[in-house]
């Protein structure tokens, strides 16, 4: 009766004294620990992401928009307020309103519909009144955050309520 080979790794470590077993131990170690960050990464990002939010739009007071005084009748200007899109809009009646163009549901920049006079969330049909910034429909849970809106001579200041 023949007797099969079997396979024995070595366990005698190699120049520099680390063993196979250490070695492939530091490999799944090492593996493992990537693919955690991987997965947690995006995790953290998303939960933390709010928080971040306030913590930039807390550092911002205003914005000063040259030359937005001058925006036409039911226009929109789209700007930066800190790190976030944001909308000034001068409504056909002439009242201004200014909103954070972030839509309360998951995120997604919003657009003004002069047509329709609402804000719509393209992404899952979210809408917002466009004078209130007041959630109308869709699957937006609360209201865009409003702005005060102040029209000068040469620009609109635009100050967090
Ligand atoms: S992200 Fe705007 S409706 Fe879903």
């Known amino acids: 009766m023949s007797k099969e080979p079997t396979a024995v790794l070595p366990t005698e470590p190699d120049e520099n004294g680390v063993t ?3 070695f492939i131990k530091v ?8 693919y955690a960050a991987a997965i947690g990464y995006p995790v953290y990002r998303y939960l933390n992401s709010p928080v971040e939010r306030e913590a930039a739009l807390a550092a911002i007071k205003d914005v ?10 039911g226009s929109v200007l789209l700007f930066k307020f800190g790190p976030y899109p944001s909308m000034l809009i001068h409504h056909r009646d ?9 839509c309360s549901h998951l995120g997604c920049t919003v657009q003004y519909h002069p047509d329709l006079d609402k804000i719509v969330c393209a992404c899952h049909g979210g809408v917002y009144d466009a004078y209130t910034g ?28």
């Open 27 to 34: 490999a799944v170690g090492g593996m493992c620990l990537a």
């Open 64 to 73: 000063t928009l040259a030359g937005a005084d001058k925006l036409e009748l």
């Open 134 to 161: 007041e959630n109308v429909s869709g699957p937006p849970p609360k209201p865009l955050r409003k702005f005060n809106v102040k029209v000068g001579s040469g620009s609109v200041l635009v100050s967090r309520v």
């Open 94 to 102: 002439g009242k201004w309103v200014a909103f954070d163009a972030v």
């Open 20 to 22: 196979r077993a250490q």
